[in-house]
C-alpha cells in the first residue's frame, strides 16, 4: 500500500465530494420514486421505464465527459491549461448535440421510444405526460455535467456541493408540491415530478455558470472559451476519449435492452427491479465516485512521466476497492428487506424486489473491483480502447444473450431472469486483474 499522503489527499478530496452528491442525487430519485409508488404499481413502472431512456442518455453524457478527463488529468499533470480550455470546448458542444438529439427524437416519436421498453399499452400511456416532459430536463443537465465534469478534472471540487444542496432542497420540495397538488398547485401526479426534474436541473445549470465563470479563480475560464476548438485535439478526443463515452453508451444501449425485456414481465416486475437497482446503485455511488478520482491521480502520474508512481498507485487502487466491495455488499444484503419495506407497492413486488437484492449483493465485490481496473486506472492510464472491448463483449455476448435465454427458451423464475443482467460481473474482475499485470495498459496520450 502506498504511504504517499499526497495520493491519499487527492484521490478522496475528489471522491469525497461526488460520492455525496451522488448520494444525494440518489436519495432525491429514491424519495421521488417513493411518492410515485403511492400513486400504484402501474404509475411507478411508467415512472421506471421512462426513467430507463433517461438513464440512456445520463450514461451517454456522463461518458463523453469522462473521456474528456482522460486528457484533461494528464494534461493537468503537464500544467497545459490552453489545452485543457480546448478539450472542455470540444466535448461541451459534443454533449449538447446528444441532448438536443434524445429531446427532437422523444417529442416526436414518444409512444415509439417508450414502445422500445414496455409492450403495456396501459404503461405506456401513462408514462406519456412524464416523459414529454422530463425529456426538456436533459439539456441543461448536458451543460452542467460537462462543467462539473472539467473542473473536477483539474481538481476544483465544491462547486458539488453546492449543486447537491441545492438539488436535494428544490427537487424534493417541488416534487411534493406538484405531485400531490400542496400550496395552492393542482395534483399533478407523475408529471409533477417531470416538472420538478426540468426546474431543478435548471437551477442547478444556473448555479454551476456563476460558479464556474465568476466565483472560482482556480482555473480561469470564460464563456467565450466554450467558442474556441482545436481539430487536433478533437482527434485526439476522438482516439482516447470517445471510446470512454462509447463504452459507456453501448452500456446504456444494454441497460435498455435490459429494460425492455423486463418491461415485458408485467408491471410488478418492472417495480421490483426498480427498487433493487436503487439500493444496489445506493451501495455503488462511493465505488464510482473513488474511481473517478482514481481516473484523475493515475491520469496526473501518467501526464508527468512519472510510470512507477503509477505502477504502485495502481496496487493500492485495487486493494482498497476490494475491501471496500466486500463492505458495501454486506451491507446491501442485510438493509434490503428493511429498503424494500420503504416504498408503498403491494407484498408480491416488495417480495421479489428482497429476492433480486440478495442476488444483486453477490455480485457487487466483482463489480467494485473491476470499477477500480477499468473506470479509474485504465482510463485515466490512456487505456479506454481495451474497456470498451471488453465491455462490448461482456454486454453483447454475454449479458444480453443470457437474458433471452432466460426469458424467451428457459421461461425462468423473473428473480434468475434479475440475475441474468449482472451476470457478467462474476468473472469481468479477472480480465482486469490479468490486464494490470504488465506495462501495456500505460499509455501516454498527452502532446
Request: glycine share 8%.
Amino acid at each position: 500500500m502506498v504511504r504517499d499522503r499526497a495520493f491519499y489527499r487527492t484521490i478522496f478530496a475528489i471522491a469525497l465530494p461526488s460520492a455525496f452528491q451522488g448520494f444525494i442525487t440518489l436519495l432525491v430519485v429514491l424519495v421521488d420514486n417513493m411518492m410515485v409508488a403511492s400513486l400504484g404499481d402501474t404509475v411507478l413502472a411508467a415512472v421506471a421505464q421512462s426513467n430507463g431512456i433517461t438513464a440512456f442518455f445520463t450514461a451517454a453524457v456522463t461518458g463523453l465527459v469522462g473521456g474528456s478527463s482522460v486528457l484533461i488529468a494528464q494534461y493537468w499533470g503537464k500544467q497545459d491549461r490552453a489545452r485543457i480550455r480546448r478539450v472542455f470546448a470540444i466535448v461541451t458542444w459534443i454533449c449538447l448535440g446528444v441532448a438536443a438529439a434524445f429531446v427532437v427524437v422523444i417529442l416526436a416519436f414518444p409512444r415509439r421510444v417508450l414502445g422500445l421498453l414496455v409492450s403495456d399499452i396501459n404503461i405506456i400511456e401513462t408514462a406519456l405526460p412524464y416523459f414529454r416532459l422530463v425529456c426538456l430536463s436533459y439539456l441543461p443537465f448536458a451543460l452542467t455535467t460537462a462543467l462539473v465534469g472539467m473542473l473536477r478534472s483539474v481538481e476544483i471540487v465544491r462547486v458539488t456541493l453546492y449543486t447537491t444542496l441545492l438539488s436535494l432542497v428544490t427537487n424534493i420540495s417541488l416534487n411534493y408540491v406538484f405531485i400531490f397538488g400542496k400550496l395552492g398547485m393542482p395534483a399533478m401526479g407523475a408529471r409533477g415530478a417531470a416538472l420538478a426534474t426540468v426546474i431543478a436541473r435548471a437551477l442547478e445549470l444556473g448555479l454551476v455558470w456563476f460558479y464556474t465563470f465568476r466565483m472560482q479563480k482556480a482555473f480561469a475560464l470564460r464563456p467565450r472559451d466554450l467558442l474556441k476548438g482545436d481539430a487536433t485535439l478533437a482527434r485526439d478526443y476522438a482516439r482516447y476519449g470517445l471510446p470512454v463515452g462509447i463504452v459507456d453508451a453501448q452500456w446504456a444501449v444494454v441497460g435498455v435492452c435490459k429494460a425492455a425485456i423486463i418491461g415485458r414481465l408485467g408491471a410488478q416486475m418492472i417495480a421490483a427491479s426498480n427498487i433493487a437497482e436503487s439500493l444496489m446503485q445506493l451501495g455503488m455511488i462511493f465505488t464510482w465516485s473513488l474511481s473517478g478520482g482514481a481516473c484523475i491521480v493515475i491520469g496526473k502520474t501518467v501526464g508527468a512521466g512519472d510510470y512507477q508512481r503509477t505502477r504502485a498507485y495502481s496496487k493500492t487502487i485495487q486493494c482498497m476497492f476490494l475491501m471496500i466491495g466486500i463492505v458495501m455488499a454486506a451491507l446491501v444484503f442485510a438493509m434490503r428487506a428493511r429498503f424494500a419495506a420503504l416504498y408503498g407497492v403491494s407484498e408480491g413486488v416488495r417480495f421479489l424486489a428482497v429476492e433480486m437484492i440478495a442476488l444483486g449483493a453477490v455480485t457487487m465485490i466483482g463489480t467494485t473491483y473491476h470499477a477500480s481496473c477499468f473506470v479509474g486506472i485504465n482510463r485515466g492510464a490512456g487505456d479506454s480502447r481495451f474497456v470498451a472491448v471488453v465491455d462490448m463483449i461482456c454486454g453483447w455476448l454475454v449479458v444480453v444473450p443470457s437474458m433471452i435465454v432466460a426469458k424467451f427458451v428457459l421461461a425462468a423464475p423473473l428473480p434468475v431472469i434479475f440475475f441474468t443482467t449482472r451476470i457478467d460481473q462474476f468473472f469481468k474482475w479477472i480480465i482486469a486483474y490479468i490486464r494490470l499485470r504488465g506495462d501495456r495498459w500505460i499509455k501516454n496520450v498527452t502532446r
